[in-house]
Structures are given as structure tokens and as C-alpha cells.
């Protein structure tokens, strides 16, 4: 972790975000750290706030709006980022056609275009100064959702399979280059993320603790270039890859129709 000494965190004001803000504190010498929720951002800013980690910068951006995009762009090229934590996101658990168009478009806006414009924006500089004889890093939050055909979450898992199919494009591309990039795949988090995508409060138990997955995330970030917490949900991925596709869609279609939608949903 001290090989970084400025990063950015989107998403930053809770959940995984805020728990890789705790993490990197100690060790940065610049954090920018955006959200929506500046007594949220303000509050973490206080607790965080350390000797060494006295330059924080706290900017509101909602990632829905392309003119906060750009700014946050600009302001993370000057703050001269070498560690860009792309985390924002959320998604809908329900039928696609009873989200509407707009919360779905806001949610690809954030999980995918906001995404790919900072990493088009951030790139190149965090390249440049890497080449003065250190690396940069991104870690992008995907999902394990984005690795199979979810029903009932169908574009948010579409949006997670975006990222992480970009994460690993560029990781080729760039392998000559002085920067490492993580495809960071968690499977279930204690974060407001259940709660707000209207996914059952139960599935909390089986939630894996956030600040475990941001250190894990760190520890693995130069070395792997996707990776998700936990045995279990490693299993189940292997065993998802194992499985003709169709069978593996209509188990997921069981399991999400009988165990996640809300019983309410038409
Ligand atoms: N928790 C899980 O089970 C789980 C599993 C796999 C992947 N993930 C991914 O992990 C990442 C972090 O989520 P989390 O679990 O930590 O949940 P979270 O606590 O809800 O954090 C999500 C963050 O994204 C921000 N965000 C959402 N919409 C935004 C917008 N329009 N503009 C700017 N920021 C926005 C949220 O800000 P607001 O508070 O203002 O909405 C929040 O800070 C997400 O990308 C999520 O898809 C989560």
C-alpha cells in the first residue's frame, strides 16, 4: 500500500468504498474521496483524517450527471492520482420491465459509461508518472454477478460483465505499461448495496465483511488480475463455468425467482 501516494475512491461515502478509504488513509498522502453524501463523505474525511493523511479532498459528484463526470476528471488528473478506485454502483433486483427506463439508463450511466470515461481520462497520467520508476494501480468493483446471466438483475449483472471484460482487456493491453488493474468480484457484501437493490434482508448472514474485501482486494492487486472473496463463491463460479449455459440459466431463474424476488413483485 505505500507504493501509492494518491488515490481517488468513487462510491466513497459507504459499504466497500468507504472501507478501502479506512484501509489507504495511513498510507496516502492525497485522497480524493467522491459520493453524493457530503455529511457522510464529511464525516468519514474526520475519521480518517491522520498526520500523514491530511489532504483530503472531498467532492460531490453524482455520476449520473455528465457534467459531475468531467469535473471529477479534471480534479483527479490534477490531484495527480496514482491509485484509482473505481467502486460506485448499484443495481435494481426486480423484473426489467418493472425498473424504469430511467433508473436502469442512471445505473448503466454510473456502473459503466462514468467508469470507462474516468479510466479513458485517468489512464494515460497515471501511466506517465508511473514510468518515473513506480506503478500505478486501479481496482475496478465488478461483481460476481457479472460473471453469469442474472435473472431479475439481468442489466446490472450485464453492466458487472462490462467492467470486468474491460478490466481484463486493458490488463492485456497495457501489460508492457507500469500499471497494475484488478477485476475485484465479491460475491455478497454487508453494505446498504442489499438493502437499496430490494434484494431480502436474510442474505445479509451469508455477507462477506467489507473492510476484509478491500484489504484482500489491496493484497491482491499487482499480483491477480481478477479476484473474488471467498471459497464458497469461487466454488460456485468454477461450478457455474463447468455447466452447459442453458442449465445454468434456468438454475439461476429458479434460485432468484423462489429465494430473492420480493414476494410483492408482479
Ligand atoms: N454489497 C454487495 O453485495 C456487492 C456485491 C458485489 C459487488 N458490489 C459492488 O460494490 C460496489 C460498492 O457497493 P457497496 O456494496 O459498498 O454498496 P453501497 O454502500 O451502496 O455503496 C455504493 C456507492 O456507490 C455510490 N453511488 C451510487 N449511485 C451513485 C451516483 N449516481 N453517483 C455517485 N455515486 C453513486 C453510492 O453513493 P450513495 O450512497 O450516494 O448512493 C455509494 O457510495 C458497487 O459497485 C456494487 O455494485 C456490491
Keep these: ?48 483524517k491522520s498526520p500523514v493523511s491530511n489532504n483530503i479532498h472531498i467532492e460531490i459528484a453524482d455520476l449520473t450527471k455528465q457534467e459531475d463526470v468531467n469535473q471529477l476528471a479534471v480534479l483527479a488528473g490534477e490531484k495527480k492520482i496514482d491509485l484509482f478506485i473505481n467502486n460506485a454502483g448499484f443495481g435494481h433486483f426486480n423484473h426489467f420491465l418493472a425498473t424504469s427506463t430511467k433508473e436502469t439508463i442512471d445505473m448503466l450511466q454510473v456502473n459503466v459509461l462514468a467508469a470507462t470515461q474516468l479510466l479513458h481520462v485517468l489512464l494515460p497520467g497515471m501511466i506517465e508518472r508511473a514510468t518515473a520508476g513506480k506503478r500505478a494501480g486501479v481496482i475496478c468493483v465488478a461483481s460476481m454477478a457479472g460473471f453469469m446471466p442474472l435473472p431479475y438483475f439481468s442489466a446490472y449483472a450485464a453492466s458487472k460483465n462490462y467492467l470486468h471484460a474491460l478490466v481484463l482487456g486493458l490488463q492485456q493491453e497495457l501489460c508492457q505499461q507500469p500499471i497494475d488493474l484488478l477485476s475485484l468480484c465479491p460475491g455478497l457484501v454487508e453494505t446498504a448495496f442489499i438493502a437499496k437493490a430490494n434484494m431480502p434482508r436474510k442474505l445479509l448472514k451469508w455477507a462477506a465483511n467489507p473492510e476484509v474485501i478491500a484489504q484482500t482486494a489491496m493484497q491482491k492487486l499487482g499480483k491477480h488480475h481478477q479476484y473474488t472473496y471467498g471459497f464458497g463463491n469461487q466454488v460456485a463460479i468454477m461450478a457455474g463455468h463447468l455447466l452447459p449455459p442453458e442449465m445454468k440459466r434456468k438454475l439461476l431463474y429458479y434460485y432468484c425467482k423462489k429465494w430473492l424476488l420480493p414476494k410483492n413483485s408482479t
Excluded at 11 to 29: K, T
Excluded at 40 to 48: H, V
Aim: aromatic share 6%.
Design 1 to 48: 500500500m505505500k507504493r501509492y501516494r494518491s488515490v481517488l475512491i468513487t462510491g466513497a461515502n459507504g459499504g466497500i468504498g468507504s472501507a478501502f478509504a479506512r484501509l489507504l488513509a495511513p498510507f496516502m498522502e492525497s485522497m480524493l474521496i467522491t459520493g453524493r453524501n457530503l455529511q457522510a463523505l464529511q464525516k468519514l474525511a474526520g475519521e480518517i
